[in-house]
């Protein structure tokens, strides 16, 4: 709680700053709100040539699946082998890469069959991934982002993100967004915007208010799940559990 409020305590002052603010505040504006599966334990979303794709955790229940952005329905699913517990999902050169927490194992998708082509291992905690069209980009509740090799997984390069030189941990589901990596952060009602190159935060998203979590009467039901269509400059986020999926644009 402590660290939570010490962080809160960086933002505001670092926008309240009389010069220009290091790290800007956005709001939002909800442009349109979809159904979205209330049993999707959210762990990673993302949308390519307009198509949805949704990753969802608990062990025995993780799924990789195809949604249906207007109603909600999933079109197609694939359930994860054994008693995995599915995490981040990130599509990279035509496949989809979905990462598992405590197995160590990235399962590599056909998003059409949904069948699994090849599985890599890696160290440590999986959860959330991105690409940014050259390598993957991995976080693990640290506050290290992790860039991979597509090919072999193998670690390329660390970078550790931080608020006005403060580390900032707990960092959960990625998105790439227009050169900048988006990131929630576990628990918290923000997004956080990264430089790829220097692991500073540029900006932060105020999302409070967004959507009444808290009446599902579960501690998991937490803003999780970024998507952004590139193509059409739409940006998506839900949350673990949510009966619904927002499409917002950012405000001052």
Same mark, same amino acid.
């Given at each position: ?42 762990? +990673? *979303?993302?949308?390519?040539? &307009?198509? @949805? =794709?949704?990753? #969802?955790?608990?062990? $025995?229940?993780?799924? %990789? ?22 995490? +981040? *999902?990130?599509?990279?050169? &035509?496949? @989809? =890469?979905?990462? #598992?927490?405590?197995? $160590?194992?990235?399962? %590599? ?144």
């Amino acid at each position: 709680m402590v660290r939570y409020l010490l962080i809160a305590a960086v933002l505001l002052l670092a926008a309240c700053e009389a010069s220009e603010p290091k790290v800007p505040i956005y709001g939002y504006k909800v442009v349109q709100a979809y159904p979205h599966d209330s049993n999707a334990y959210c762990q +990673g *979303l993302l949308i390519d040539k &307009g198509q @949805l =794709y949704e990753s #969802t955790g608990k062990e $025995g229940q993780s799924t %990789v699946r195809r949604v249906a952005l207007e109603t909600g329905v999933v079109e197609s699913s694939a359930r994860l082998p054994g008693r995995l517990f599915g995490e +981040g *999902l990130a599509m990279h050169g &035509g496949e @989809l =890469y979905q990462l #598992t927490w405590h197995a $160590g194992r990235v399962h %590599v998708f056909d998003p059409g069959s949904l069948e699994i082509v090849r599985t890599m291992r890696y160290a440590g905690e999986g959860w959330g991934i991105t690409s940014d069209g050259e390598q993957l980009i991995m976080s693990d509740g640290s506050s290290y982002l992790a860039f991979r090799d597509p090919e072999t997984f193998k670690l390329t390069r660390r970078l550790q993100v931080t608020i006005l030189g403060t580390p900032l941990d707990q960092l959960n589901e990625l998105e790439w967004v227009d050169g900048e990596i988006w990131a929630n952060r576990w628990k918290h009602d923000y997004i956080v915007r990264i430089d790829p190159a220097t692991g500073e935060i540029v900006g932060s998203i105020d999302l409070r208010g967004l959507y009444d979590y808290r009446s599902i009467g579960s501690n998991d039901a937490v803003l999780n799940g970024i998507a952004y269509d590139a193509q059409a400059k739409r940006l998506f986020v839900t949350g673990k559990l949510w009966s619904k999926l927002f499409e917002i644009e950012l405000t001052d």
